[in-house]
């Protein structure tokens, strides 16, 4: 497996992109929740040709105690673990699942489209 690093989403400090070598990216989005003095973490799963985001459901509310200077390399070690154990292998049949769904659908939409039913809704 590839050596993971991240990269700022737009530069926007809080989102990270952890590519993941195989078509998939994890985006990390980080919140400090200065009361507890914790940062609160989501993980979302991308398919990098679409884009479209998923809320991983296992890690939708991680909370992490680490300074700033910590967090990213934090966050890039425990996806790093859970990907070479096997922890996102659900999310990624179901995100190819769905995207299989949508071009079926796709392909029968464009089947009818052509074949003169113009009134697809």
Avoid: P
Wanted: aromatic content about 10%; proline content about 0%.
């Amino acid at each position: 497996m590839n050596r993971l690093t991240y990269k700022k989403y737009f530069d926007m400090e809080n989102v990270l992109v952890i590519d993941l070598h195989n078509g998939f990216s994890v985006i990390a989005l980080k919140s400090f929740d200065n009361q507890n003095k914790v940062y609160q973490i989501q993980l979302r799963l991308m398919e990098n040709s679409v884009g479209k985001w998923d809320l991983i459901s296992e890690f939708e509310n991680i909370k992490i105690r680490a300074s700033a200077k910590a967090i990213n390399s934090i966050i890039l070690k425990m996806i790093s673990e859970h990907c070479a154990g096997g922890s996102f292998e659900a999310e990624f049949d179901r995100c190819r699942y769905e995207l299989r769904c949508f071009d079926k659908g796709n392909e029968i939409l464009e089947k009818e489209w052509l074949g003169g039913d113009n009134n697809i809704s």
